[in-house]
């Protein structure tokens, strides 16, 4: 009988152990800096001169940013995003799916947010001064087109 609970509470031991060893690795190991996927299509042509984009800091919401764009025109079917910035040595990017543009003149988004969220805990990205940004615009007929530009918060 007590050959058992030796080996029960070895074998208990063993799997506590390497639990420990997997979520310190998990939780403490350096990860490598990757970059976020390009974006920019260098061979876009880029959109037209009456577009104007904004990029700003929001005023009601912490770590958030507001991307307007305007001139619009409703030629523009679709746009897709990417931001993309640098947070305590690590490039970090939000991506967008392409967002309905019909009948639009103008497009505002205020809930861009400059963190990361799992559940309902979510945890700012810290030290970010400055933002690159890559919209890419479809218009009606289908042909795309791309606006580019850094950022300075």
């Not at 507001?66 to 995003?81: D, F, I, P, Q």
């Amino acid at each position: 009988m007590n050959k058992k609970i030796g080996i029960i509470l070895g074998g208990l031991a063993l799997l506590l152990v390497v639990t420990g060893v997997v979520v310190y690795t998990a939780v403490f190991s350096q990860k490598p800096v990757t970059k976020v996927e390009e974006f920019l299509d260098e061979s876009l042509p880029p959109v037209d001169s009456a577009i104007a984009v904004d990029l700003t800091k929001s005023k009601v919401k912490d770590n958030t940013l507001v991307l307007t764009v305007t001139g619009l025109e409703s030629k523009y079917r679709t746009l897709a995003y990417e931001i993309s910035y640098e947070t305590q040595g690590v490039v970090q990017g939000v991506t967008s799916q392409p967002l309905d543009l019909s009948g639009k003149d103008t497009f505002v988004r205020d809930d861009i947010y400059l963190g990361t969220c799992s559940g309902k805990v979510c945890k700012p990205h810290v030290g970010v001064k400055k933002v690159s940004v890559v919209i890419e615009f479809t218009d009606s007929t289908g042909q795309k087109t791309q606006f580019s530009k850094d950022y300075d918060l």
